[in-house]
C-alpha cells in the first residue's frame, strides 16, 4: 500500500524595512514517517519563507 500523506504549505511573504520578525510552528510529529522542507528567500526589499510538510495521515 502507498503511505497517505496531507501536505501542508504554509508561506510568509513581507517587506524588509527595518523590522523584525519570528516565525515558529508546532504540531504532534512522528519522526518516524513526518517530514518537512524549509526554503528562505531574501533581496534588498522583500523577505519570503517557505515550509512544506508531509504528515502522515491513517
Known amino acids: 500500500m502507498i ?3 496531507k501536505i501542508i504549505v504554509i508561506v510568509h511573504i513581507g517587506q524588509l524595512n527595518e523590522q523584525s520578525m519570528q516565525i515558529g510552528s508546532r504540531c ?3 519522526p518516524a514517517s513526518d517530514t518537512f ?3 528562505a528567500f531574501k533581496n534588498t526589499s522583500l523577505f519570503g519563507l517557505a515550509n512544506v510538510y508531509a504528515v502522515y495521515f491513517e
Open 28 to 30: 504532534i510529529w512522528d
Open 3 to 5: 503511505p497517505r500523506y
Open 37 to 39: 522542507s524549509s526554503y
